[in-house]
């Protein structure tokens, strides 16, 4: 089966945790997950406790089908943490979604991931030698095994020591039955807010999920910071040495919400400036510019501020379609992007197109695209991407990991091109995208999908052992 989507890379989840003695949690969390939607679409769990039991209920699908029926529910609970999944670590079973609730000698702990572990192998293997049973396939359950096994007296220590011991990409929530946590990994890869309502604290991915309960922005959580909270309050504690910062540049071009604010920066004016700067960058010329929806949107339409040119709706997306699987022969793959997006005849018949997307991962969806168009009359399409190539995987939480898939990897620019049958074709340069985020130190991103210039050092094990099923594939060998 084949995912009409694949042309993109997927962001392996969103997370969100309350804290509250005065709401509901668990629909607070169900409307936090909903505005993460976007981060994950295999499934979405929530997890709630009164303070002495704990509940979950997890379910393949989008949120609102998970949660059709019912959400948990019992007398007095206060907290709660919720997630939303994109696999890339692990089958999309339900056995592996999240969040993920253990009992152990220190009580009960519920934990919540977003991100990708580079030493998970070498840890679990270690693990499984010394007689611990795992019962999913997905690297997060290394998490909450290193933390039931620590020796340290309270939780807060046992979290820190684990975290001392793993690699890697994460941002957690965390919930034992009178603490909320939230952990930020060292290199501040994966974005993590706080917010805040009367008494009522939150914890989310991004701060448009905090906008959407009502929550008032608080600040970020830092690389390397573990925040407590309690009936006593916040607390912070710093559980990493101070390390180079590599947050994710793809979160500005693609993966957030554009009504979210990352580190000081708004998603919206990065994603608008990209598209200022591809028009100065590629200089073309054309009667209109339109987008590849929605991710493609607000660039093209810096792209039409900067130059002078029209924006308009060239491409009609049909929103009401979900995640669609087909059977991957060619005219099927065909009808899935005809079901997905459609051209406007009148719009693009007999004009000079100039095409604004965000990234170009396998080149196959955007192909279609372009021919799309040009059965629709277009005479010239002008191609621009407000990202630079992606030549090399991801190993930090995105699904993309094997080099061989990517086309910027074995093609150049005018061979992307020419594959996808554009008239021209321009990707954003990386000095041009890192004037799109001027709120940001830019030699603090991660940059390592356009230069291979990795922030945390690849293992030999890991690199050979990176594909999203590792775990599987090794059990059955």
Not at 161 to 181: F, P, R
Not at 402 to 412: D, P, W
């Amino acid at each position: 089966m084949i995912d009409i989507d694949a042309n993109k890379w997927k962001e392996e989840c969103g997370v969100f945790g309350i804290y509250s003695r005065e709401e509901d949690v668990a629909m607070m969390t169900y409307l936090g997950l909903y505005a993460l939607q976007h981060r994950g679409q295999e499934s979405a769990g929530i997890a709630i406790t009164d303070g002495a039991w704990m509940d979950v209920t997890r379910g393949m699908g989008l949120v609102n089908e998970v949660f059709r029926h019912q959400l948990p529910h019992m007398d007095n609970q206060y907290i709660a943490i919720g997630h939303v999944r994109y696999s890339t670590t692990g089958s999309s079973l339900l056995a592996n979604t999240q969040p993920l609730i253990v009992n152990y000698s220190g009580g009960k702990i519920s934990l919540a991931h977003n991100g990708n572990l580079t030493n998970a192998t070498a840890i679990r293997k270690r693990l499984e030698e010394e007689g611990t049973i795992f019962q999913t396939s997905i690297d997060t359950e290394v998490f909450v095994n290193l933390i039931a096994r620590s020796r340290k007296a309270t939780v807060e220590e046992k979290i820190m020591d684990s975290l001392g011991q793993i690699e890697g990409a994460y941002c957690l929530t965390i919930m034992t039955e009178d603490k909320l946590i939230g952990v930020r990994d060292p290199q501040g890869f994966r974005p993590l807010c706080i917010g805040k309502m009367g008494d009522t604290w939150v914890l989310s991915s991004e701060s448009c999920a905090l906008d959407v309960v009502g929550a008032e922005f608080v600040r970020d959580v830092e690389p390397g910071e573990m925040i407590v909270i309690d009936d006593n309050g916040l607390r912070s504690y710093q559980f990493a040495e101070k390390q180079k910062r590599a947050s994710c540049i793809f979160e500005y071009i693609y993966f957030a919400r554009p009504d979210s604010v990352i580190d000081g920066q708004s998603v919206h004016d990065a994603r608008f400036m990209m598209g200022r700067v591809l028009a100065r960058e590629s200089g073309f010329k054309g009667d209109i510019v339109i987008s590849v929806p929605d991710s493609g949107t607000t660039a093209a339409t810096g792209f039409a501020y900067e130059s002078g040119i029209q924006f308009t709706e060239g491409l009609i997306k049909n929103r009401y379609i979900g995640r669609t699987f087909i059977q991957p022969t060619q005219q099927k793959r065909d009808t899935a992007v005809r079901l997905k997006l459609n051209a406007i005849r009148s719009v693009v018949e007999g004009k000079s197109i100039i095409m604004v997307d965000d990234s170009i991962v396998r080149g196959t969806t955007s192909g279609k695209i372009v021919k799309m168009l040009r059965n629709a009359g277009a005479r010239e399409i002008h191609m621009c991407i407000s990202s630079p190539p992606i030549g090399y995987p991801c190993y930090y939480g995105i699904d993309t990991s094997i080099r061989k898939e990517l086309i910027a990897a074995t093609k150049s620019v005018d061979e992307i091109r020419e594959f996808i049958g554009a008239d021209s074709l321009h990707f954003l340069s990386i000095e041009g995208l890192k004037q799109c985020v001027p709120k940001l130190n830019c030699d603090d991103m991660c940059y390592a999908c356009f230069n291979s210039s990795y922030p945390v050092d690849m293992k030999q094990e890991h690199t050979a052992d990176s594909d999203k099923y590792v775990f599987e594939q090794r059990k059955k060998k």
